[in-house]
């Protein structure tokens, strides 16, 4: 399904009492999607790796507009950091209802070759199971991925990107291999994907490797979506009901379903 910004009519506190993680949320996409699932009553674990200043000013901006937040300094390719996340949760809001898995990387040239496997499959697929461990009946896990990435095996992307597309690619099947398992707790289990996101530091990256990528993709999609608004579409997931495994495209996809001949994950 693709969408356009349909109009919210969920009550303004439809999350209050339920407790939220979104992992990388010190910036960016991540710290947007924390600032809305607050508004919106959930208490929410803003994840950081290292930059604790930027993870506290955002927790400092949900609670001056009267939500609820955490910082947690916790690297999601650790055993440790998963569980600091998870148990914050718990201890901070009572509960653990949302998960929202949002870090990736990999572009990265210091951290070692298997950095973008070891961060974007490995360790999706482990803090999924760390959290469903005290997930209850009716929670949700959204993954979110970029068009390049989730039809990475049937469109061909920028040759910088290709190491991260593929792990993420391989991220999303393993996460998705585990939806039965999901289904028999009540757990749900939905994709988000993006095209290249305005002002985020991968599209940065990507058109400092490639200059002209950004531009060139922003003619083929017709426009691509801000940080702000591609965080409004991933909140929009939380709570709503939909069939497991369902994948929510957010602008520019209508190429890449083309190239595709349809959803790679429901034909």
């Not at 497991?244 to 790679?264: K, N």
């Amino acid at each position: 399904m693709t969408s356009e910004n349909t109009q919210d009519t969920r009550p303004a506190q439809d999350l209050a009492g339920k407790g939220a993680i979104v992992t990388g949320s010190s910036r960016g996409v991540g710290a947007e999607t924390a600032r809305l699932l607050a508004a919106r009553g959930a208490g929410v674990v803003v994840n950081y790796r290292q930059k604790a200043p930027r993870a506290n000013k955002v927790v400092a901006s949900i609670e001056e507009a009267g939500g609820r937040a955490v910082a947690v300094g916790a690297d999601i390719t650790t055993a440790e950091g998963r569980k600091a996340m998870v148990d914050a949760a718990v201890q901070s809001f009572g509960s653990l209802d949302v998960l929202v898995l949002n870090a990736s990387g990999g572009m990265e040239t210091s951290m070692g070759e298997d950095y973008a496997t070891v961060l974007n499959r490995d360790a999706q697929l482990a803090m999924l199971e760390a959290a469903a461990e005290v997930m209850a009946p009716g929670s949700q896990v959204v993954f979110v991925t970029s068009h390049q990435a989730h039809f990475i095996d049937v469109v061909p992307t920028m040759d910088a990107y290709e190491p991260v597309a593929r792990s993420k690619r391989a991220g999303e099947t393993a996460l998705r291999e585990r939806i039965p398992a999901l289904q028999e707790k009540g757990i749900g289990f939905v994709v988000v994907s993006g095209d290249m996101i305005e002002g985020t530091i991968t599209a940065t990256m990507l058109n400092r490797a490639e200059p002209g990528a950004l531009e060139a993709r922003r003619e083929a999609a017709g426009r691509l979506y801000s940080v702000e608004e591609f965080a409004a579409e991933v909140d929009a997931l939380v709570g709503r009901d939909l069939p497991a495994g369902h994948t929510e495209y957010v602008g520019g996809a209508q190429d890449f379903l083309a190239a595709a001949g349809g959803d790679p994950d429901h034909r």
